[in-house]
Each structure stands twice: as structure tokens, then as C-alpha cells.
T-cell receptor, first 114, second 110 residues
Framework: IAGITQAPTSQILAAGRRMTLRCTQD?????MYWYRQDLGLGLRLIHYSNTAGTTGKGEVPDGYSVSRANTDDFPLTLASAVPSQTSVYFC?????????????FGQGTRLTVV | GNSVTQMEGPVTLSEEAFLTINCTYT??????LFWYVQYPGEGLQLLLK?????DKGSNKGFEATYRKETTSFHLEKGSVQVSDSAVYFCALFDGNKLVFGAGTILRVKS
């Protein structure tokens, strides 16, 4: 089934540890995104990539890094996790259809930093 | 940049009640507008969209009309069901980035 796959689905992580959240899409979309979802704050953009080989900072990039070595994969890395990074993380990709474009989301990764 | 503002929740309704969730936008030009829905424990999925002024998006009994005059894209449903309980997000693109409202929790009681 075509779509976006995120892994792991949930994780409990000790503060100070390094963690990579994986995201893979098989729709050949150029643009991909990482969002975090926190109660009362909606979804906030962490990092994005318009095409393979390029990345950009979103609204809340501090403490996170991304890479885009190919079209399909867009991993998000927390170099040294802190409790404020406890959140639900969603990966998304976007079609390239002009005004008819739309975004597709993964099922999310629930991360708890203790 | 482009942004959206949607009504705060939670909204609690009885089954078969009429639903309105307000959304207004600020944008340069006339970007496509979206409503996404998030059911408990799941990711976001597109509910409906409108790509130009006066367009009406519809899906699963939900409707929203792109109103240029009032810069609004309010979500409506004539008769809600318990299964509609979810979080609803209004969204638009700011350049290549999808920007969301804060989300509105809808709870429908039987």
C-alpha cells in the first residue's frame, strides 16, 4: 500500500540520548516535512525538504536535524534528547500538482523523553 | 506569511446536531485551503479542500466554502455522528510549507 511509513510507532528515551525517527515514502513526492504535535499548539513544522539533497528549517528546528539523501527517506535526528521534546512526531509528503496539491501524513511516532 | 486561525474547542454536540467549526485565513493571494481530520490514535488525513474562491469542498457529509470576501473556510456538517469525534485542522500552504490552525476537538455524544 502506497504511503508514508514512520518508525518506531512509540519510544521512551532517556534524556541526553541520541535518537533517529525514520520516515519513508513510496509516492515519489519531492517535498517532505516533519511536524511535532503538542496539546493546544497544533502541528508545528520542525524541518522540511523541497527535494532530495536540500533541507530547510521550520518553525521549531532547535535540537533537531534532518537529512535527505534520496527521494524516499527523510530521517529526523535528536542529537541529545530533552524532556521538552516529548511529543508526537508526524512525517508528511506533498504532491506536486500546483493548486491541486495535497499533503499525506504518516501514522506518527509518540516519543517520551524521561 | 500565510496563516490560519480556527475556533478553539472542545466542541461537544449531541448526535444529529449541526456542526460549524470556524476557520479564517490570512494570505497573500488565494492559496488552496484544506481541512484535515485526525481520529484518535491516528495520523492526519485530508477531509476536503478547495482550490479557488467560491469553491466548495465536500466529503463524508462535511462541507466548506472558500469565501474570499470574509477570508473564511468554515467547516459544516448537517448531522454529526459519534464516529465524527476527532480533531479537525484547517490548513493552507505558505510557499511550500503546510501551515495548520491549532485544531478543534469535536466530541459527539450519543
Amino acid at each position: 500500500i502506497a504511503g508514508i511509513t514512520q518508525a518506531p510507532t512509540s519510544q521512551i528515551l532517556a534524556a541526553g540520548r541520541r535518537m533517529t525517527l525514520r520516515c519513508t515514502q513510496d509516492m515519489r513526492h519531492n517535498a517532505m516535512y516533519w511536524y511535532r504535535q503538542d496539546l493546544g499548539l497544533g502541528l508545528r513544522l520542525i524541518h522540511y525538504s523541497n527535494t532530495a539533497g536540500t533541507t530547510g528549517k521550520g518553525e521549531v528546528p532547535d535540537g533537531y536535524s534532518v537529512s535527505r539523501a534520496n527521494t524516499d527517506d527523510f530521517p529526523l535526528t535528536l542529537a541529545s534528547a530533552v524532556p521538552s521534546q516529548t511529543s508526537v512526531y508526524f512525517c508528511a509528503s506533498k504532491t506536486d500538482r500546483g493548486r491541486d496539491t495535497e499533503a499525506f501524513f504518516g501514522q506518527g511516532t509518540r516519543l517520551t523523553v524521561v | 506569511g500565510n496563516s490560519v486561525t480556527q475556533m478553539e474547542g472542545p466542541v461537544t454536540l449531541s448526535e444529529e446536531a449541526f456542526l460549524t467549526i470556524n476557520c479564517t485565513y490570512t494570505a497573500t493571494g488565494y492559496p488552496s485551503l484544506f481541512w484535515y481530520v485526525q481520529y484518535p490514535g491516528e495520523g492526519l488525513q485530508l477531509l476536503l479542500k478547495a482550490t479557488k474562491a467560491d469553491d466548495k469542498g465536500s466529503n463524508k457529509g462535511f462541507e466548506a466554502t472558500y469565501r474570499k470576501e470574509t477570508t473564511s473556510f468554515h467547516l459544516e456538517k448537517g448531522s454529526v455522528q459519534v464516529s465524527d469525534s476527532a480533531v479537525y485542522f484547517c490548513a493552507l500552504f505558505d510557499g511550500n510549507k503546510l501551515v495548520f490552525g491549532a485544531g478543534t476537538i469535536l466530541r459527539v455524544k450519543s
